[in-house]
């Protein structure tokens, strides 16, 4: 499966974007989508995922509340609508995909074999 991101860009603190994960080449309803990010000298971490097929959906603790992750089975393409954002969201935000249906949900990017490029997210303060 191929993953193209897009979305990001530059917003004031309390503010909204939404992120699109494009996906193609393989059935998309065998696979979990996921987003993560990686801030500049940090590691990178999971933010959201969802299982296509079933839609189960995971959350970081550091997101709940303010980010919500949708699929648009008609376009195969997962959305990250991400209020409320604060500096620390600050990123570079990429979409990965495993091939799972069933089961927990995974938040270690190390399950995650196939990536997108990544698309950038400054909040300013």
């Known amino acids: 499966v191929q993953l193209q991101a897009s979305g990001g860009g530059l917003v004031q603190a309390g503010g909204s974007l939404r992120l699109s994960c494009q996906a193609s080449?393989?059935?998309?309803?065998?696979?979990?989508v996921g987003w993560f990010r990686q801030a500049p000298g940090k590691e990178r971490e999971f933010v959201a995922a969802?299982?296509?097929?079933?839609?189960?959906?995971m959350y970081a603790d550091s997101v709940k509340g303010r980010f919500t992750i949708s699929r648009d089975n008609a376009k195969d393409t997962v959305y990250l609508q991400m209020n409320s954002l604060n500096p620390e969201d600050t990123a570079v935000y990429l979409c990965?995909?495993?091939?799972?249906?069933?089961?927990?949900?995974?938040?270690?990017?190390?399950?995650?074999?196939?990536w997108g490029q990544g698309t950038l997210v400054t909040v300013s303060s």
């Open positions: 969802v299982k296509w097929r079933l839609g189960n959906i």
């Open positions: 080449g393989g059935p998309v309803n065998h696979y979990t």
């Open positions: 990965a995909a495993r091939e799972q249906m069933y089961g927990s949900i995974y938040s270690s990017r190390s399950n995650y074999p196939y």
